[in-house]
């Protein structure tokens, strides 16, 4: 079955400390990985794709099929980068699998 | 232009009621998926309208649940009985349908089952 876990409900960073949010998801098929972000207040909005291997407001994210991962990564996290980060999957039927939610705060 | 938007915002009603919900969609998105968030919960997959096809609604938790989408505009997610497990905030997101789209979602409905 489909499934996407973020192990972590909260993480803390200092400001200017790299930051990384895990995301592990289990599919049999190609999978399209997604990391979407609520700022309070603020809708949820896609934050970057791997299939567009883009750096988005300095966040980066690869997919490692071998240990079916596909992290969050930010060298030098700021206030700003506070919210609320969601994995997502998306199935080749178009569905979308999230996972639980990653409450990130930078600490200034 | 506008984005896709949801009514009502807040919903409170007493068990064993039916409620509904409304989801207009950005014009031209052909896809349109209903989404359910319960509290410190990620977001559950409900039902996913594309085009003229049947709709996916293997994502409804019950027969409870039903939902229409006329065309390619307004969608309405139906909850008939509704029990104290169904509140959450039911979010609504859209998207071109094509491969890769990006969905733009709602701001939810928050509906709460007394």
């Known amino acids: 079955a489909q499934r996407v876990t973020q192990p972590e409900k909260l993480l803390s960073v200092f400001k200017g400390a790299p930051v990384e949010l895990k995301c592990n998801y289990s599919y049999s098929g190609s999978p399209e990985l997604f990391w979407y972000v609520q700022y309070s207040r603020q809708r949820l909005q896609l934050l970057l794709r791997?299939?567009s291997r883009e750096s988005i407001k300095g966040f980066t994210a690869d997919l490692n099929k071998g240990e079916t991962s596909f992290h969050l990564k930010k060298p030098f996290a700021q206030e700003e980068d506070s919210a609320m980060y969601y994995c997502a999957l998306r199935t080749t039927g178009n569905q979308f699998y999230f996972g639980t939610g990653t409450s990130l705060t930078v600490i200034p | 232009g506008a984005g896709v938007s949801q009514s009502p915002s807040n919903k409170v009603t007493e068990k064993g009621k039916d409620v509904e919900l409304r989801c207009d969609p950005i014009s031209g998105h052909t896809a349109l998926y209903w989404y359910r968030q319960r509290l410190g919960q990620g977001l559950e997959f409900l039902i996913y309208f594309q085009g003229n096809s049947a709709p996916d609604k293997s994502g409804l938790p019950s027969d409870r649940f039903s939902a229409e989408r006329t065309g390619e505009s307004v969608s309405t997610l139906t909850i008939q009985r509704t029990q104290q497990e169904d509140s959450a905030v039911y979010l609504c997101?859209?998207?071109?349908?094509?491969?890769?789209?990006?969905?733009?979602f709602g701001p939810g409905t928050r509906l709460t089952v007394l």
């Open positions: 791997h299939i």
């Open positions: 997101a859209s998207s071109k349908g094509l491969p890769d789209a990006e969905q733009f």
